[in-house]
């Protein structure tokens, strides 16, 4: 079993910047970071290969967001600059031992989840 502990969410204003981190017990191949809001299904919004440091970033996101491991750790940052408020939702950290999928259901571990407000 493998544990994600997730930080750094909070209220922030239309532009600011954010910075979540998460932390695995156990060993990971794919760390991903998904968002869900109020009414709507989860959502990919990065992801990164700990053994390769490939990433992917969803067109959403895309040139405001920037995801990036620990080297030598199972731990993961997601940068989050010129918020938004269609940001507003509660992120999710994942962890995969899978190759790499924007599906939530190949994803094995979830942290609790860290509520991201963006006020406009």
């Known amino acids: 079993q493998v544990q994600l502990v997730e930080s750094g969410g909070g209220l922030v204003q239309t532009g600011d910047s954010l910075r979540l981190s998460c932390a695995a017990s156990?060993?990971?191949?794919?760390m991903a970071w998904f968002r869900q809001a109020p009414g709507r299904e989860r959502r990919i919004v990065a992801a990164?290969?700990?053994?390769?440091?490939?990433?992917y970033t969803d067109d959403s996101v895309k040139g405001r967001f920037t995801i990036s491991r620990v080297n030598g750790e199972n731990s993961v940052y997601l940068q989050m600059n010129s918020l938004k408020p269609e940001d507003t939702a509660v992120y999710y950290c994942?962890?995969?031992?899978?190759?790499?999928?924007?599906?939530?259901?190949?994803?094995?571990?979830w942290g609790q989840g860290t509520q991201v407000t963006v006020s406009s």
């Open positions: 156990g060993r990971c191949t794919i």
């Open positions: 994942a962890s995969s031992l899978r190759r790499w999928s924007p599906r939530a259901d190949q994803y094995d571990y």
């Open positions: 990164i290969s700990l053994d390769t440091g490939n990433t």
